[in-house]
T-cell receptor, first 116, second 110 residues
């Protein structure tokens, strides 16, 4: 199984709502990532989890709260978002650590988020 | 800081060859990756170069020169399905982190 799954595919939420994005992989990867991507722009890294611990937070506002309940799951909790947070949110996974060999991140299909 | 530069758009006809250049400035460089993304789709891995030289995978090849902070992706025998955005991305020394270039939109015409 070389697939990263994300739910939901689409999400519309108001600025006062609380919602969560979910990501799952069963490739045994110990590094998982959240990216934000605006139209016609590259993916921007938000968070990295390595061995279920948060290792990188790219100065993301606190209205985005990541969680890694176990080695297969990654959540992104959303609260009090702004319209400018509307974007495609991508989850990815990879082998953790090491510098030898091929370094490949596997991306999920993304959640398209609209904040009204 | 770090930066990656790649052309914003390239147009070519079916069967042609396209080279997408990527120059980068970064400290603690580990390797250069290339990803393809079709409209509405997720990025998919194409190649990763950690050492100088050319890596060939079917119609796609990738090259890296660490001393010149430069790499390229070569797309050969272009097909309509190759119309997509192509991103170079630098892997840095500190942790599992990829920083993407702005992307090159490739349009293949009949």
């Amino acid at each position: 199984d070389t697939e990263v799954t994300q739910t939901p595919k689409h999400l519309v939420m108001g600025m006062t709502n609380k919602k969560s994005l979910k990501c799952e992989q069963h490739m045994g990867h110990r590094a998982m990532y959240w990216y934000k991507q605006k139209a016609k722009k590259p993916p921007e890294l938000m968070f990295v989890y390595s061995y279920e611990k948060l290792s990188i937070n790219e100065s993301v506002p606190s209205r985005f709260s990541p969680e890694c309940p176990n080695s297969s799951l990654l959540n992104l909790h959303l609260h009090a978002l702004q319209p400018e947070d509307s974007a495609l949110y991508l989850c990815a996974s990879s082998q953790a650590g090491g510098t030898g060999g091929i370094y490949e991140q596997f991306f999920g299909p993304g959640t398209r988020l609209t904040v009204l | 800081g770090q930066s990656l530069e790649q052309p914003s758009e390239v147009t070519a006809v079916e069967g042609a060859i396209v080279q997408i250049n990527c120059t980068y400035q970064t400290s603690g460089f580990y390797g250069l990756s290339w990803y393809q993304q079709h409209d509405g789709g997720a990025p998919t891995f194409l190649s990763y170069n950690a050492l100088d030289g050319l890596e060939e995978t079917g119609r796609f090849s990738s090259f890296l020169s660490r001393s010149d902070s430069y790499g390229y992706l070569l797309l050969q025998e272009l097909q309509m399905k190759d119309s997509a955005s192509y991103f170079c991305a630098v892997r840095k020394a500190a942790g599992n982190k990829l920083t993407f270039g702005g992307g090159t939109r490739v349009l293949v015409k009949p």
